[in-house]
């Protein structure tokens, strides 16, 4: 038989054709069972090391389902089918007991749907238990029950959904208890990202090899028009961040801005603006380990202010973030670039008017910490005056981990930010040059 190496999914039609030429009609049909020959991912293969979880952080439909119960299969069946394998007693917790039935045991993905028809475990109801034909036994449990963990022993274990538990904290450690058979029991967890303390505690546990995908990497196996209807609809919020590229969006205790809040300010477009600014900070060098250039576009409509875009960039020299900021001045029609000028401020315009001579442009000096500027614009977000229209990830990653304390680096998006609501709602109207202070 040719050899066939690995993920012939994802080679060219042709060479699969011909690949599958060369096979055997017995090779062809175990085929579909030899996941890591046709379909496996980088996320979906088991780290190397000496770890104890396999954190695998997925977006909806990427795969992590199908990685929990191949890397089952590997821990239980044997060279042949009546051969021990690695493991012999195995937890299987869901948030609830028929999610781990449903989904663990007999959904498309889970450990029926992917074993061989001569390895092809039985399912128990009664039990709740799913036995291969050499001996190897999986108990399904619901994380709802913590107690039912008190007891039984395991040499490893497969854990879905943990960021929806409803009791995280006893189930998991009742688990970990249960985790003592064997010479190094292991476990994978398979979840969409989701804050909760124990999950937040495991990213960081020396234990853990943490490895994250996004539901485009699985886009090959999804129903047609899925990936669109739903980027369209949650792209960019902190919910498609979980949900779709597997991020785990996280709260900084103090910061200025939580989830909620920015989540609360979401909008799918502006009204009819009455002004328009670009806000840029910066940055006092380049290179490729420059600051950011912050660049924010916002505008005004009443009382609201209205987040329009995000044209930060990384790497720019002075006369390339000029010229993006200039764009964004023409894109969106604005009546005026705002800069901030405490380091170079003669240098700022210069560079400015080099590329835009015609620009309407006010110089602004920051008299203030970044923390006491930030301040009162999210006490605006608080009061809903402020509107993100549509998802801007890195901005809003930078808005959570900034706290009263300030921010660790340079939060040059949030900086632009701040400068844009500020000027909207406090700055000069549209007019010549002049310098401003917050």
């Known amino acids: 038989m040719k050899s066939i190496g690995a993920s012939i999914a994802w080679r ?37 090391g000496d770890w104890t979880t396999w954190l695998i952080l997925g977006g909806r439909g990427a795969g992590k389902t199908r990685a929990g119960a191949e890397w089952i299969r590997s821990m239980v069946e044997g060279a042949t089918p009546l051969a021990p ?33 001569d390895r092809r475990p039985e399912w128990n109801e009664s039990r709740r238990t799913l036995t291969w034909v ?17 007891g039984p022993q395991f040499d490893c ?28 029991p292991r476990q994978v967890v398979t979840t969409t990202p989701r804050a909760n303390p124990v999950l937040e ?3 960081t546990d020396e234990g853990t090899v943490t490895v994250s995908a996004g539901t485009r990497e699985n886009r090959a196996n999804l129903a ?20 779709l590229d597997g991020v785990m969006v996280l709260d900084r205790p103090g910061a200025l801005w939580t989830r909620s809040l920015i989540e609360a300010a979401r909008v799918r477009e502006a009204p009819k603006l009455s002004r328009t600014v670009v806000a840029v900070d910066p940055p006092v060098s380049a290179g490729e380990n420059a600051d950011e250039c912050g660049i924010i576009v916002a505008g005004r409509a009443g009382d609201n202010v209205y987040v329009l875009a995000d044209r930060s960039s990384r790497g720019d020299t002075p006369q390339q973030w000029a010229m993006r900021a200039a764009a964004a001045y023409d894109e969106f029609n604005a009546d ?15 560079v400015v008017r080099g590329v835009a001579p015609l620009i309407s442009f006010s110089a602004v000096h920051a008299n203030k910490s970044k923390a006491m500027r930030a301040e009162p614009i999210s006490a605006l977000y608080e009061q809903g005056l402020v509107k993100h229209v549509g998802g801007f ?4 990653d930078q808005m959570r981990a900034f706290g009263s304390e300030g921010f660790k680096g340079s939060p040059d998006r949030v900086d632009a930010l701040v400068w844009a609501i500020w000027s909207l709602m406090h700055g000069p109207q549209a007019g010549g040059p002049s310098v401003r202070q917050l």
């Not at 943990?162 to 985790?179: C, E, I, S």
């Not at 047609?224 to 979980?242: C, I, M, N, P």
């Open 85 to 117: 394998g690695a493991c012999k007693r195995v937890a299987l917790v869901g948030a609830t007991l028929d999610e781990a039935r449903d989904v663990m045991v007999r959904g498309e993905s889970g450990l029926i749907a992917c074993s061989p028809p």
């Open 134 to 150: 050499n001996g190897a036994e999986a108990t399904c449990f619901s994380a709802s029950s913590p107690e039912k963990l008190r």
């Open 12 to 48: 060219p039609r042709e060479e699969i054709e011909d690949l599958l030429q060369g096979l055997s009609e017995n090779a062809q049909a175990a085929l579909p069972f030899l996941f890591d020959v046709w379909g496996m991912r980088k996320h979906q293969l088991p780290p190397e």
């Open 201 to 203: 505690a495991l990213i």
């Open 336 to 350: 005026r670039v705002v800069f901030e000028v405490n380091q170079g401020g003669a240098m700022v315009e210069t």
């Open 157 to 184: 274990a497969w854990v879905d959904e943990l960021g929806k538990w409803p009791k995280p904290d006893r189930a998991w450690d009742m688990l970990q208890f249960a985790l003592r058979l064997g010479d190094h």
């Open 393 to 396: 990830p890195a901005l809003e």
């Open 224 to 243: 047609k028009g899925f990936l669109e209807k739903v980027t369209k609809k949650y792209g960019g919020t902190s919910q498609g961040r979980e949900e």
